[in-house]
């Protein structure tokens, strides 16, 4: 089995910075990609950026020069550092890993969710 926790949601005033964190941990062989989303009250999930196992990054249009994702391997970690931050990007934000696990089975696996609020 495979647990992917998060950390890092709170609180920020409009203008300003947080860095969510998401841990994978259990039976990892390797981990393809790795990504974020979210989800805001009333509204379905939506991507926010991915990253590949190589390092290729993509983002949602939404929040391109603002967040940055990247990822340690070494750690089976992915980050999301968020800049700028508006009250549209409040929401839950959820992390996600396309895992190979010692059975050789691959599924993807998602975190419990961490919230966002952007609010002055």
């Known amino acids: 089995q495979v647990q992917l926790v998060e950390s890092g949601g709170g609180l920020v005033q409009p203008g300003g910075s947080l860095r969510l964190s998401c841990a994978a941990s259990g039976s990892i062989f390797s981990i393809n990609a790795m990504g974020w989303y979210r989800q805001a009250l009333g509204e379905e999930r939506e991507l926010v950026a991915v990253?590949?196992?190589?390092?290729?990054?993509n983002y949602a249009d939404s929040v391109k020069g603002r967040f940055t994702i990247s990822r340690d391997n070494a750690k089976n970690t992915v980050y999301l550092q968020m800049n700028s931050l508006n009250a549209e990007d409040t929401a839950v934000y959820y992390c996600?890993?396309?895992?190979?696990?010692?059975?050789?089975?691959?599924?993807?696996?998602w975190g419990q969710g961490t919230q966002v609020t952007v609010s002055s």
């Open positions: 990253i590949s196992s190589g390092g290729v990054t």
């Open positions: 996600n890993a396309d895992v190979f696990d010692t059975r050789w089975e691959n599924n993807v696996y």
